[in-house]
């Protein structure tokens, strides 16, 4: 049986995936798989299933349950996150994860067990979360998220390096790293101290870790698509992971066959009304970060005072860790965050819009434009890879033709969205599409801005300039150090250093014809020369 299953992963890799330097598990790992622990893999992980269920997740969701009604009793949470149909919902889709992964005829049995096992710490992440809001209650409800920026393209379209690089200007924004996310306990650190972030990041470090130790190479091979760095700005997803009470993109991808069955061929996690739960979840964490900025800095400040320290903040560029940020903190004066907005980043943005936009009325939207044609291959051979460890070779879903249908389908719903939402602009709405290209004299409007992927990932630094100069009029672009952080950054992960995977519209049996998307193009792309 482990031969079977060594020679069936290398035999779909050399003939079908065509991942270089392809990750696996270790032996015991792949024991569990191919065995369980003597009784066969699949007896073994129904009763392990069955036992993480009764013991860990399902006590787990009934500390949750009773938080959340908690705070509906005492109404100082938002009811979407905290009413009698929030709880239901929550029940609900623990139920589907744990239906879905138990009869999924695609996970291998380490990725069923440790995919379930994740729901627990998301679960507890999410009552303790909710707890620190209610503990905050009439403070919180006064924050206000202010004009945040949120990038909002299509994945594979220069997005990430975009993200990364600009929020090393820490003087202009906010943001979230991964390690806030996967590791945001015991409490959230505030945004300008820096040392708190780097030793919160050796936490997310660790994690990162132990996946890298159970299935080495694994995190080499996923930075030649999307690399996962604990200390650099991340997706928002991962605050979803905390809100849903189990994982939100690993579902989307690992169980597709699931999702793609059921009567409204896709998974209920993609649905408006999810989408509305997400962003209220999402306000919350900015805001308990926003008031734990500005109460964190009091604080200090306080304590500074009374053992006689005092001063200003400067800037500087750490070397280490290229940050445009303050380098040394004295606690004078009024919070250093508490007025820049926050710099948001989630390519599944782009079918919720109007969702967003109602959480976050006075939003910036920033957009990169790239053929669909480019983007399906890279975003297929990136899920290829994603869950290259989770699944069982030849089993229904895994094969690069069920993953170009399954990638493709998703570019139609971020394009349908996208398009959806521009076309619904009024002319003189400042969310209407004034231009796409590299200079911005056609289109001055404060609140969206488009550009073209070549054009972002040509001059970076000179992208967010122009976001600067766009967004913000009245205010200076890019200071000295932080163009110093941005060049810095750039030149340490150029994209050559980690490698590249090879993708096609050929190797996902797609043609031009299948990826056309004539509206998308249309609106964005006609222009472009």
């Known amino acids: 049986k482990l031969k079977h299953q060594y020679y069936a992963f290398q035999h779909i890799n050399a003939n079908d995936w065509h991942i270089d330097k392809p990750p696996q598990p270790i032996f015991f790992i792949q024991c569990i798989n191919a065995l369980g622990f003597g009784c066969g893999s699949k007896c073994f992980v129904s009763f392990m299933l069955y036992v993480l269920d009764r013991t860990v997740v399902q006590p787990a969701l009934t500390k949750s349950l009773k938080v959340m009604k908690q705070a509906d009793e005492k109404d100082i949470i938002d009811p979407i996150l905290c009413n009698e149909e929030a709880r239901n919902a929550m029940k609900e889709r623990l139920e589907t994860y744990y239906n879905d992964i138990y009869h999924s005829p695609t996970l291998n049995a380490i990725s069923k067990l440790l995919n379930y096992a ?136 690992k169980l597709h066959v699931q999702n793609r069955s059921t009567p409204e061929g896709m998974s209920k996690l993609e649905s408006k009304e999810v989408a509305k739960y997400r962003y209220a979840w999402l306000a919350m964490v900015m805001k308990l970060y926003q008031y734990t900025d500005k109460i964190e800095w009091e604080t200090r400040k306080e304590t500074a005072a009374s053992v006689g320290e005092g001063g200003v903040t400067t800037n500087a560029v750490d070397e280490e860790t290229p940050l445009s940020s303050p380098s040394q903190v004295y606690y004078e004066g009024p919070c250093p965050t508490e007025h820049i907005p926050w710099l948001m980043k989630d390519p599944n943005h782009s079918a919720y819009l109007p969702e967003l936009l109602e959480r976050f009325p006075d939003s910036k939207f920033i957009f990169t434009h790239r053929a669909p044609g480019e983007i399906v291959p890279s975003m297929a051979k990136l899920f290829v890879i994603f869950t290259s460890v989770d699944f069982i070779p030849y089993a ?103 490698g590249n995977q090879r993708r096609s519209l050929e190797d996902f049996h797609l043609t031009k014809k299948d990826v056309a998307y004539h509206a998308y193009n249309d609106l964005f792309l006609s222009a472009y020369k």
Request: proline content about 6%.
């Open 396 to 498: 229904p879903g895994t094969s690069s033709k069920e993953w170009g249908v399954e990638t493709n389908r998703r570019m139609k719903h971020y394009c349908d969205g996208l398009v959806n939402f521009t076309k619904s602009q009024s002319k003189g709405s400042p969310l209407s599409l004034q231009s796409v290209c590299k200079e911005l004299k056609q289109s001055t409007s404060a609140r969206r801005i488009d550009m073209y992927f070549k054009n972002l990932v040509e001059d970076v630094p000179g992208a967010i300039s122009n976001i600067y100069k766009q967004f913000y009029p009245d205010q200076p672009g890019p200071s000295e150090d932080a163009m110093g952080a941005f060049k810095m950054y750039l030149e340490k992960n150029a994209r050559e250093k980690y």
């Open 118 to 253: 994740g729901a627990y710490q998301c679960l507890t992440h999410h009552r303790k979360f909710l707890s620190l809001c209610m503990a905050k209650g009439t403070e919180l409800s006064k924050e206000t998220v202010h004009q945040p920026v949120f990038i909002v393209s299509f994945p594979r379209t220069g997005t990430t390096i975009l993200h990364r690089t600009m929020s090393l200007d820490r003087t202009r924004f906010r943001n979230f790293d991964l390690s806030d996310m996967v590791s945001p306990l015991p409490k959230p650190i505030p945004r300008w101290d820096m040392e708190g972030r780097r030793e919160k990041a050796k936490e997310g470090q660790a994690l990162l870790d132990s996946v890298n130790v159970i299935f080495p190479g694994f995190a080499e091979c996923l930075e030649t698509m999307h690399g996962f760095r604990a200390d650099e700005a991340e997706e928002d997803l991962g605050w979803y992971d905390t809100g849903l009470g189990h994982m939100y993109m690993d579902p989307l991808m």
